[in-house]
């Protein structure tokens, strides 16, 4: 079992950044893709971005390009999400999730692990 535990959401300004972290213990990772979807309000869970733990490979998604940065501290067992030029449209509650690195890093169906959520608002 993998236990994921996200930090960092909160409320900021259009244009202000934020950092996420998920903080993962129980079985290692090493092997596993960790990935960030997010979730509005009557919208369907959507793929964010994504790092493959061992290799340090970086996927996101067209709308979080250059805006988002992914990173992991092998260390401490976090991935981080940096979040620069919010935008409203980025509200949603941010989940961490990781699962094997043999499927596609941007589907869902890839993480077996899920964490809890942390959200994120962004006022206009």
């Known amino acids: 079992q993998v236990q994921l535990v996200e930090s960092g959401g909160g409320l900021v300004q259009a244009g202000g950044s934020l950092r996420l972290s998920c903080a993962a213990s129980?079985?290692?990772?090493?092997?596993?893709?960790v990935g960030w979807f997010r979730q509005a309000p009557g919208k369907e869970r959507e793929f964010v971005s994504a790092i493959g733990w061992s290799t340090g490979r970086t996927y996101y998604a067209d709308s979080v390009k250059d805006r988002f940065t992914i990173s992991r501290d092998n260390a401490k067992n976090t991935a981080y999400l940096q979040m620069n030029s919010l935008k409203p449209e980025d509200t949603a509650l941010y989940y961490c999730?990781?699962?094997?690195?043999?499927?596609?890093?941007?589907?869902?169906?890839?993480?077996?692990?899920w964490g809890q959520g942390t959200q994120v608002t962004v006022s206009s």
């Open positions: 999730a990781a699962g094997p690195y043999t499927s596609p890093p941007a589907a869902a169906g890839t993480y077996h692990y």
């Open positions: 129980g079985r290692t990772i090493s092997w596993y893709v």
